[in-house]
C-alpha cells in the first residue's frame, strides 16, 4: 500500500503564492508518476501538473506559467509552487501517484486552497 499525505494548503489573497507539498510513503516503487490534481465545487476533478520519476512535467493550460511542479525522489516527496494565485484556483487540491509497474493509482485526502480577498 502506499499513503500520501498532503500540506501547505490555506488562505491567501489574489496574486499571493503558496506553496504544496506531498509525501509518499509505503510500498514505492521507483517508476511512477506523482501529481496534483483539484476540485473545485460543483466540478470534476481537473490535472493541475504532474511529473514522471524521470522529471518530465505536464501542466494544464490554466496554471502555466504560474505553477511549477518539482520533486524529490530520495525523499518521495513532490511540491507545488503556485504564483499569482487568482480566485479560480480555488479548490482541494490532491496528490497523485501512480505506478506504471503495478498500473495502481493511490490518492491524497487533499488540502484546501482557498483564494481570496
Known amino acids: 500500500q502506499v499513503q500520501l499525505v498532503e500540506s501547505g494548503g490555506g488562505l491567501v489573497q489574489p496574486g499571493g503564492s503558496l506553496s504544496l507539498s506531498c509525501v509518499a510513503s509505503g510500498s514505492i516503487f521507483n517508476i511512477n508518476t506523482m501529481g496534483w490534481y483539484r476540485q473545485a465545487p460543483g466540478k470534476s476533478r481537473e490535472l493541475v501538473a504532474d511529473?514522471?520519476?524521470?522529471?518530465?512535467?505536464n501542466y494544464a493550460d490554466a496554471v502555466k506559467g504560474r505553477f511549477t511542479i518539482s520533486r524529490d525522489n530520495a525523499n518521495n516527496t513532490i511540491y507545488l509552487q503556485m504564483n499569482s494565485l487568482k480566485p479560480e484556483d480555488t479548490a482541494v487540491y490532491y496528490c497523485?501517484?501512480?505506478?506504471?509497474?503495478?498500473?495502481?493509482?493511490?490518492w491524497g485526502q487533499g488540502t484546501q486552497v482557498t483564494v481570496s480577498s
Open positions: 511529473i514522471s520519476s524521470s522529471g518530465m512535467t
Open positions: 497523485r501517484l501512480y505506478s506504471i509497474l503495478s498500473r495502481a493509482q493511490y
